[in-house]
């Protein structure tokens, strides 16, 4: 922890630096070593779960704090950790600037601080992953398998499969403990942080964006229907094996207002724009963030319940190529009329 001294000389000398630049910062993507695709694993067994990102956004931490400057989070932290950490960096944080004004932010910082212990302990929950994994192989076979990294993130996502197939998660995001005070905190946010038992809900929901990607997902061109299919199916599958679901609000204000859900999400679901219906966490006010999550999930939960052969419906779901096609054939629009 830094002492006055040192604090004032650090605010005097990022004054003096940001008048020279005349306040502008020009974000530069990380140098991106994982762009070769990760060797996938037959078995979970094979797979290796990493922490060390963790240990040392701590270390970078409380040589740092209160006062952050993207200059020293890059040196100790982004540019200083695993080549997962670096490649999430480009696809989620994307400016340091951002994430130092995070940490600089009292109400936030009280957050991270408060689930430190905890994401210092996620090693300790590895081993439910693991079982996550191993009971979605009994159910699907043929599954692939991947790294998971643990990284400290920027409060605004859970998990991601990079683009060389390796899945990283946000620690901070799964850290909260009964008493975690997230009364400062957004909305959004009180509604989707979670507690450590949930890790191995979105490590799985990650490993099947994997399987999904091996039969061709196209992101490029995808409706919003494609999209809220591949989301909402990782979501039932999920559910399916764990019976458990990220986000609770969301599922109990869909079931509440399916059909309304339905029209309004009909009616655009061919277009590609997935704005007021995903990834729209800091955006949405006036009803859960992300419900087209849950259309996608009812969707493929009512092609898994009508059809006969689970195992095949299973497949079915997993191996998705054409969301239009898939909805035709599941009937779930036919059950509004």
């Not at 059809?307 to 059950?335: P, V």
């Amino acid at each position: 922890m830094l002492n006055m001294t040192q604090f004032m000389s650090r605010f005097i000398a990022l004054t003096s630096c940001l008048l020279l630049l005349g306040c502008q910062s020009k974000e530069v993507t990380k140098e991106d070593s994982f762009s070769t695709p990760a060797t996938l694993k037959d078995t979970p067994e094979e797979i290796q779960f990493i922490t060390s990102d963790i240990k040392l956004f701590w270390k970078m931490y409380d040589r740092e704090a209160p006062l952050f400057t993207k200059l020293e989070v890059d040196e100790q932290y982004f540019d200083a950790g695993t080549p997962a950490l670096q490649s999430f960096y480009n696809e989620k944080i994307k400016s340091s600037d951002a994430f130092s004004n995070l940490l600089n932010n009292r109400f936030d910082r009280r957050y991270y601080e408060s689930v430190r212990n905890s994401t210092l302990q996620i090693h300790k929950e590895t081993d439910k992953i693991l079982a996550a994994f191993e009971a979605f192989e009994e159910r699907y076979p043929r599954a692939v398998f991947t790294n998971v990294i643990f990284v400290i993130g920027g409060l605004d996502t859970g998990g991601v499969l990079l683009p060389n197939r390796q899945i990283v998660i946000s620690a901070e995001m799964f850290a909260k403990s009964p008493d975690t005070d997230t009364r400062y905190l957004s909305r959004w946010l009180q509604s989707v942080l979670r507690t450590p038992d949930y890790l191995p809900v979105i490590a799985l929901h990650e490993l099947i964006h994997l399987q999904q990607q091996q039969f061709g997902d196209n992101t490029e061109n995808q409706t919003l229907l494609d999209r809220a299919l591949l989301e909402g199916s990782a979501d039932f599958v999920t559910h399916l094996i764990l019976d458990k679901f990220l986000n609770q609000q969301q599922l109990a204000y869909g079931n509440s207002r399916e059909k309304q859900l339905w029209n309004q999400f009909s009616k655009k679901m061919h277009q590609q724009n997935f704005a007021g219906w995903l990834y729209n966490g800091n955006t949405s006010i006036d009803r859960p963030a992300d419900l087209g999550y849950y259309i996608g999930f009812r969707i493929a939960e009512y092609y898994y319940n009508n059809t006969a052969d689970k195992q095949q419906a299973l497949r079915d779901i997993i191996e998705m190529k054409n969301g239009k096609a898939f909805l035709e054939k599941s009937g779930y629009a036919d059950s509004f009329k």
